[in-house]
């Protein structure tokens, strides 16, 4: 059974999930004696994508998470137009990963918040840090 835990500010939780960062925000924000292992994306997160994606329309997507002014060739995740549409791709060594072709940048938007989130959801769900040991960031120590 999951401890029950106040909600961080929406706001806090749309910018760990826009950042790429959910995990790292939810075990740094974890009461005292709460371990990760106790807690799943539904004791952390209350917004749904529709409220991620309406605070998108509103704010804009950080640099730091997805680059949508222009392609540089930094690895990193981009919402561009181009051709009469948008892409949407990952940047790795300067080539496109997983390119998305949409016809408006609300489509586009919408793609990049839902994998945000869906990425977010993923992370938070404590068994998938078990399955992956490698990609567990150092901060949390080990797990049994």
Do not use: K
């Given at each position: 059974?999951?401890?029950?835990?106040?909600p961080?500010?929406?706001?806090?939780q749309?910018r760990?999930?826009?950042?790429?960062r959910a995990?790292?925000w939810?075990?740094?924000?974890?009461?005292?004696?709460?371990?990760?292992?106790?807690?799943?994306?539904?004791?952390?997160?209350?917004?749904?994508?529709?409220d991620?994606?309406?605070?998108?329309?509103?704010?804009?997507f950080?640099?730091?998470?997805?680059?949508?002014?222009?392609?540089?060739?930094?690895?990193?995740?981009?919402?561009?137009?181009?051709?009469?549409?948008?892409?949407?791709?990952?940047?790795?060594?300067?080539?496109?990963?997983?390119?998305?072709?949409f016809?408006?940048?609300?489509?586009?938007?919408?793609?990049?918040v839902?994998?945000?989130?869906?990425?977010?959801?993923?992370?938070?769900?404590h068994?998938?840090?078990?399955?992956?040991?490698?990609?567990?960031?150092?901060?949390?120590?080990n797990m049994?």
């Amino acid at each position: 059974m999951s401890p029950q835990l106040t909600p961080r500010p929406p706001d806090d939780q749309i910018r760990a999930i826009l950042g790429w960062r959910a995990f790292r925000w939810a075990v740094d924000h974890l009461p005292t004696g709460v371990s990760i292992d106790d807690v799943r994306f539904v004791d952390l997160i209350s917004v749904t994508q529709e409220d991620v994606d309406r605070w998108v329309e509103r704010h804009g997507f950080a640099a730091t998470s997805v680059r949508d002014d222009r392609y540089d060739g930094v690895e990193g995740l981009y919402l561009l137009p181009e051709e009469g549409g948008w892409v949407v791709f990952y940047s790795e060594r300067g080539q496109r990963n997983f390119a998305h072709h949409f016809v408006t940048r609300a489509e586009a938007r919408r793609w990049v918040v839902d994998y945000l989130y869906d990425s977010a959801r993923t992370s938070l769900n404590h068994r998938w840090w078990h399955a992956h040991p490698d990609a567990r960031p150092a901060s949390i120590g080990n797990m049994p």
